[in-house]
């Protein structure tokens, strides 16, 4: 069975992941721009991580017949600086004309500070001046319900944004049902040691449900696991779910979410 890791940062690991995601029967990823571990000096820093982006990482990405696609922005851990951040900003529309780019993110809020929200609020509008799918990083810990809230009024004071157009990623059992009810899509992110794991992954899909929702490994620099979803999908089948609802979570709710992009297509 073929799968779609709609959230990992492939930049930051090896070809090896490569090989082993695509044995596992990965097919498709996207990589949303994010925080590098480091903070970048310049808005030319970003210049050449977007490329990297679009330019390096689909190529590295078709060794293994796997298809890279990517979202661009710059992250909320960056965008404490409203002037540094609107110079960044700037560079985004050229790069939404890339053939592999499907829409704005990771924005979101990390802190959930004042500066934060105000270029979080530019970059959805501009998604709406573009016609953009959003990608949406929301905050870790005692932070998440709140930075949740505030990320899902501020959309919704936008008239122009269509909330099914929109990924609120990183849910958790506290925030996924909110996230759902106002129709947004929710993103399950799974990591060892925070966020989801299989484990509860599969339980809030017990739960909540297995409509407008997904799961990522979000691997990246940190601890993190690029082989999370094949590993909830064996945790699906050993609790006795049929072979299509582990498709419909891991490839076909991706798949629908992604396609709203023209640019989004698996075969050729
Ligand atoms: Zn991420």
């Known amino acids: 069975m073929t799968y779609i890791d709609p959230h990992i940062h492939m930049v930051s690991r090896t070809t090896d992941d490569y090989q082993r995601m695509a044995l596992a029967g990965c097919v498709a990823i996207t990589e949303p721009a994010f925080w590098a571990g480091f903070d970048r000096s310049s808005p030319q820093g970003f210049h050449d991580y977007f490329r990297q982006l679009t330019e390096y990482e689909p190529n590295r990405a078709a060794q293994y017949?796997?298809?890279?696609?990517?979202?661009?922005?710059?992250?909320?851990?960056?965008?404490?600086?409203?002037?540094f951040a609107r110079e960044v900003m700037k560079l985004i529309p050229e790069?939404?004309?890339?053939?592999?780019v499907l829409g704005i993110g990771e924005i979101g809020l990390?802190?959930?500070?004042?500066?934060?929200?105000?270029?979080?609020?530019?970059?959805?509008?501009?998604?709406?001046e573009l016609d953009q799918l959003i990608l949406i990083h929301t905050p870790?810990?005692?932070?998440?319900?709140?930075?949740?809230k505030l990320i899902m009024d501020a959309?919704?004071?936008?008239?122009?944004?269509?909330?099914?157009?929109?990924?609120?990623?990183?849910?958790?059992?506290?925030?996924?049902?909110?996230?759902?009810?106002?129709?947004?899509w929710a993103g399950m992110t799974l990591y060892p040691d925070s966020k989801c794991t299989p484990q509860r992954a599969t339980d809030i899909i017990e739960c909540y449900g297995n409509e407008r929702i997904w799961i990522n490994s979000a691997g990246d620099w940190g601890h993190s696991d690029p082989l999370a979803v094949p590993k909830t999908r064996m945790e699906m089948a050993r609790r006795g779910h049929t072979p299509q609802m582990i498709a419909k979570i891991s490839f076909d709710n991706p798949h629908t979410f992604l396609s709203?992009?023209?640019?989004?297509?698996?075969?050729?």
């Not at 790069?95 to 592999?100: A, H, Q, T, V, Y």
């Not at 870790?140 to 949740?148: A, V």
């Not at 959309?155 to 049902?177: M, Y």
Request: aromatic share 6%.
């Open 140 to 148: 870790h810990l005692e932070d998440k319900l709140k930075g949740t």
């Open 110 to 128: 990390n802190k959930n500070s004042k500066n934060e929200l105000a270029i979080f609020e530019e970059h959805v509008a501009l998604a709406a």
């Open 65 to 83: 017949g796997i298809k890279h696609f990517s979202w661009i922005c710059i992250n909320p851990k960056e965008a404490e600086d409203p002037g």
């Open 260 to 268: 709203q992009s023209a640019k989004f297509k698996l075969d050729g």
């Open 95 to 100: 790069f939404l004309d890339k053939p592999n």
């Open 155 to 184: 959309i919704a004071s936008n008239p122009k944004i269509d909330p099914g157009r929109v990924l609120i990623d990183h849910v958790e059992e506290h925030t996924v049902e909110q996230v759902l009810d106002r129709g947004f």
